[in-house]
């Protein structure tokens, strides 16, 4: 399916490194005679929100805020995204980050934050013209990854803005299958509630067999879903 399990993103979590707490004269004392670590560092403070040493990083060097890192090819401003700083997003963006930037499945900071459910970065990320309608290279919109992380919350905000919920991935899943597949009720009864099509089926003889000719209940995972859309395709 493409989806993100084996996405380099999930060693992302900020559960480690504290925010914004830190100290940045004692980050560039740690980092005063390995200037490669401190350019490396901008990143890792953004991943983990701290917004005093991503300001001292971006005031005290001159490199492109724009460049990837090397380890996960993201931006600072994927790494913010991801970590559901607003504070830090919103200095980074007025510092002149692209919020158009692609990593390398072609993500957005917008999918990387509809993928961690950082749903204050997400509002700010729209409201500052990041597109709700971007695919990356496996067709997903943000919709898709709120739908395969179970936020609800999320995928509601999403679709207010005017994100598709009949948009097809490169394998013809919509955000209704792949719910169906990964998470709660919930999300699913959302997405039937906001207009999916219950009868969607995933292209026939797509690579990914598995999920070839499929309808939303063929994947769902639990009696319960099977339920509500069964219920949904009866009213249909």
């Not at 597949?181 to 990914?208: E, T």
């Amino acid at each position: 399916m493409g989806m993100p399990p084996c996405n380099r993103i999930l060693n992302c979590s900020p559960d480690v490194i504290p925010g914004s707490n830190s100290n940045p004269e004692l980050f560039a004392e740690r980092h005063k005679d390995m200037p490669y670590q401190l350019f490396t560092n901008i990143f890792d403070a953004a991943r983990y929100g701290s917004v005093n040493e991503v300001k001292y990083c971006v005031e005290k060097s001159d490199f492109d805020i724009n460049l990837f890192d090397d380890e996960d090819i993201l931006t600072p401003l994927h790494h913010a995204a991801i970590s559901n700083s607003v504070e830090v997003v919103q200095f980074l963006i007025s510092q002149g980050s692209n919020i158009h930037a692609r990593n390398f499945d072609d993500d957005t900071p917008l999918h990387l934050a509809a993928y961690t459910n950082s749903v204050e970065v997400i509002k700010y990320l729209i409201s500052q013209g990041s597109s709700i309608h971007a695919e990356n290279k496996h067709g997903h919109t943000p919709l898709h990854m709120a739908a395969y992380r179970n936020s609800v919350e999320v995928v509601e905000h999403l679709i207010s803005q005017g994100s598709s919920v009949l948009v097809a991935d490169k394998v013809g899943l919509t955000p209704l299958h792949i719910a169906a597949f990964n998470n709660s009720v919930d999300v699913v009864k959302v997405l039937i509630l906001r207009g999916s099509d219950v009868f969607a089926k995933s292209f026939d003889g797509c690579m990914l067999f598995i999920f070839s000719n499929l309808t939303p209940l063929d994947l769902a995972d639990t009696d319960e879903k099977k339920q509500v859309l069964c219920e949904a395709m009866q009213r249909t």
